[in-house]
């Protein structure tokens, strides 16, 4: 069983559409985090959930809307995409919000053209 | 804000050879210090930690001790492997009311030769 599970894994576009990727832990974690890796590996992060409660907010788009329906799901949905979206997002989770030992799930690759 | 900073890759090394990846950071607190691996198409995983001064995380055979006086982490091991080629990350996360938020260094990139 995958514990941290990222759909789709790929997924190219074209500019202006909108898309949603979706992201499910099975660790009983109370955190989950958006993060997104750049071209050059650069990591930052863009959200984060506690128990279905957003917590960090990092300057992001307002185009990005992350939802968390239940404690173990954590979306993320950007809307009229452009090039610069491109990139690797990482969805992750942790036990507790403050530990830092985060479980990563394997990334969606974003491809707009 | 808080940052770090690794050493440039890429970094190849042999088979059994010694490796040090360097990692110093900027925080205003006393963070929690941490390396992270990512192998060719997955995701990150924990490699160690460190959560105080002079702490020394291990695993897998790699190191590293928080150093406050230098304010670095290096990531070091005696005899690397083939299956050791991946990204390495350090990272720190202040805790408390940061929530857990991880700042990474930029990554430094590992392949080993048979």
């Known amino acids: 069983d995958t514990a941290v599970s990222q759909t789709p894994k790929y997924l190219v576009t074209q500019m202006g559409n909108d898309k949603s990727i979706k992201c499910e832990q099975n660790l009983g974690h109370d955190t989950m985090y958006w993060y997104k890796q750049d071209s050059k590996k650069f990591l930052k992060i863009m959200f984060s959930y506690n128990n279905k409660e957003l917590i960090i907010n990092e300057t992001v788009p307002n185009r990005f809307s992350p939802k968390s329906p239940d404690k173990a799901h954590l979306n993320l949905h950007i809307n009229s995409l452009e090039l610069g979206d491109s990139a690797v997002y990482f969805c992750?989770?942790?036990?507790?919000?403050?530990?830092?030992?985060?479980?990563f799930g394997e990334g969606s690759r974003l491809t707009v053209l | 804000g808080d940052s770090v900073t690794q050493m440039e890759g890429p970094v190849t090394l042999s088979e059994e050879a010694f490796l040090t990846i360097n990692c110093t950071y900027t925080?205003?607190?006393?963070?929690?210090l941490f390396w992270y691996v990512q192998y060719p198409g997955e995701g990150l995983q924990l490699l160690l930690k460190?959560?105080?001064?002079?702490d020394k995380g291990s695993n897998k055979g790699f190191e590293a001790t928080y150093r406050k006086e230098t304010t670095s982490f290096h990531l070091e091991k005696g005899s690397v492997q083939v299956s050791d080629s991946a990204v390495y990350f350090c990272?720190?996360?202040?805790?408390?009311?940061?929530?857990?938020?991880?700042?990474f260094g930029q990554g430094t990139i590992l392949t080993v030769h048979p």
């Open positions: 990272a720190l996360s202040e805790g408390g009311t940061s929530y857990g938020k991880l700042t």
């Open positions: 925080a205003t607190g006393y963070p929690s």
């Open positions: 460190a959560t105080k001064a002079d």
């Open positions: 992750a989770s942790s036990l507790q919000a403050y530990t830092g030992e985060l479980f």
